[in-house]
């Protein structure tokens, strides 16, 4: 840990005493002496549990010689605990991540769900709950994630109405008993991981249309629905949600990360496209975040902080959805570049020429290979792009014309483009199935899939000097890119069996997020945070920003039964 999180911590936790300014002052003077003993600090604290208060004295002991500030004691805090840990976990068998650290398993502890719960449950619930071990272990293994799980969750609860969450919630609230929220499972960063057992909500029995607005273009839908669902619902009507993640993601889910995927970078993320949430919160209220207005001013934007809290404040049992009307005409272009750095130009240069294009997404050379060995093509395996322009048959046309210009300014070529309907679908099939098609070089092995987003300006940079790293490795990486709004992934195929390939993996990842928060980036532009990215908030946000994020968290959710030990770093004090 740096001199930065100590300090913090110690303003955070420690008495606000004339001894603690003095140790202050000293704990400045010192900070070299720090450095070298902070090596041997625990790297996790825990909080007052069970009626036990912890000692800071056993913490701060190495600190105390190194100063030699005089006679500072420090003592528990009956008065104010530290609210660093969760109240249910052992700090000394919990991992999760860490600043700057390469751990790739998350550790938990476990207890026993009482058995009054259980009976509970089964009143709530009937016949739509589970204790058996298959459909807990299914539930509890991440489908898409290379995160491992090392515990599952006790019971597996498949409610089918808002009231049912908001009972469910309120009897595990009232038995400190942890909840994870369930929807498609498409999620990367382990965020339905169950590191201390608990109680699973699968939300995928609640997938109702409740209303569709037509003249004011939005629907109601439970959280359960996907998307995919959704649009196929919508087509008679003219109308499309225009979000595209993974297959098989669920409205709730896609609220939970502030997912977003290839539209995005024409109609927003989910952020810009759901208007309103019902929310079940941990002390079981049902709480409405908005009206149905397109626009509102009145009090706090409740929605803006559901979307993307990853069910750490709440699980959402209804969201009302913006939709958009389906384009008169659309055209599906792609070209090849000779290096990944003209493509990514290209695409800034697009976006800068003032063309609302849909979509611009790039694919390296190694990713084209996949598709080639996947699909028995033979395209050229060199960096692509591909784009979607819609409008009027006139104006999507013209797009084109516009964007090949730009692209044989950039030694562009082989510029191809359809407008027949199953000729847009055989192009758009290349990227829809790239995560796939990379297996196909691999069979046997796991993908560490990993995302960052930085300035639209940075990017030819930031996938140029990742590239650089990726290829040195003697992993199998293929990259991939929503080019259009800055978003870039990267699938490093590894050999799970070899503990080598493992940190190898976990290096290219640290190497490109690092790489992002140099250039005023994030470490995930659309897949979240889950346990995969804790590590890197603090040097992304501050700690000012994870204090304030625990103090919200802990205000709505004071025994922490909210999906726990995701999105805010353990260490995070107040």
Request: contains cysteine.
């Amino acid at each position: 840990m740096g001199f930065s999180f100590w300090l913090a911590r110690f303003r955070s936790c420690s008495n606000k005493s004339a001894s603690s300014n003095a140790f202050r002052d000293s704990f400045y003077h010192y900070k070299s002496q720090l450095n070298t003993c902070q090596k041997n600090l625990p790297s996790t604290i825990a909080e007052k549990t069970n009626g036990h208060a912890f000692s800071w004295s056993s913490c701060l002991l190495p600190l105390a010689f190194a100063v030699s500030a005089g006679s500072l004691t420090f003592q528990s805090h009956n008065n104010h605990p530290s609210l660093c840990e969760p109240s249910n976990l052992d700090s000394r068998k919990v991992t999760i991540g860490g600043k700057a650290s390469t751990e790739f398993v998350v550790k938990g502890t476990h207890k026993e769900v009482p058995q009054e719960l259980i009976d509970e449950l089964k009143a709530i619930c009937q016949d739509n709950m589970t204790l058996d071990y298959d459909e807990r272990f299914y539930h509890g293994k991440p489908q898409n994630s290379f995160h491992k799980a090392v515990n599952i969750p006790d019971v597996v609860v498949f409610p089918r109405s808002e009231e049912e969450v908001s009972q469910i919630v309120k009897s595990c609230n009232k038995h400190k008993v942890p909840i994870v929220p369930y929807g498609g499972a498409t999620s990367i960063e382990g965020h339905t991981l169950s590191p201390n057992g608990g109680i699973c909500i699968d939300m995928t029995l609640m997938k109702r249309v409740k209303a569709l607005h037509i003249r004011d273009m939005d629907v109601v839908v439970e959280p359960g629905i996907g998307w995919m669902e959704l649009n196929e619902y919508l087509e008679p009507y003219g109308l499309f949600f225009p979000l595209d993640p993974g297959p098989g993601a669920t409205i709730g889910g896609m609220c939970a990360t502030r997912c977003s995927g290839s539209l995005a970078v024409r109609y927003g993320t989910m952020r810009d496209n759901v208007i309103s949430l019902k929310v079940v919160l941990a002390d079981g209220d049902i709480v409405k975040t908005a009206s149905r207005a397109r626009k509102s001013a009145a009090g706090y934007d409740l929605t803006r902080l559901m979307i993307g809290s990853e069910g750490t404040l709440g699980v959402v049992t209804e969201v009302t959805l913006r939709l958009q009307k389906v384009p008169e005409h659309s055209v599906v272009a792609m070209c090849n570049f000779p290096t990944i750095k003209d493509a990514a130009d290209v695409a800034i240069d697009t976006m800068l020429s003032g063309i609302q294009v849909s979509r611009v997404e790039l694919l390296d050379e190694v990713q084209v290979r996949a598709v080639n060995i996947a699909n028995g093509k033979n395209l050229p395996e060199v960096p692509t792009l591909m784009f979607e322009f819609i409008g009027t048959e006139a104006y999507s046309h013209e797009q084109t014309q516009i964007v090949q210009r730009i692209v044989s300014e950039h030694n562009g070529s082989d510029f191809v483009f359809a407008e027949d309907p199953e000729a847009k679908k055989e192009l758009w099939k290349i990227r829809k199935e790239a995560l796939w098609a990379c297996f196909a070089m691999e069979p046997n092995f796991e993908a560490m899939i990993s995302d960052v987003c930085v300035p639209l300006s940075n990017l030819a940079e930031l996938i140029s000097r990742s590239k650089q790293e990726l290829d040195a490795s003697s992993l199998v990486c293929t990259v991939i890119a929503h080019a259009g709004d800055g978003n870039f992934h990267t699938v490093i195929l590894f050999d799970p069996n070899e503990e080598e390939n493992w940190r190898e993996a976990e290096r290219l990842n640290q190497f490109m997020v690092y790489t992002a928060l140099s250039m005023e980036g994030t470490c995930t532009g659309e897949h979240g945070v889950g346990t995969g990215k804790m590590k890197y908030l603090e040097k992304e946000l501050g700690i000012e920003a994870l204090q304030t994020m625990k103090r919200i968290k802990t205000a709505l959710d004071p025994n922490n039964i909210m999906n726990p030990g995701k999105l805010i770093p353990p260490h995070v004090c107040f």
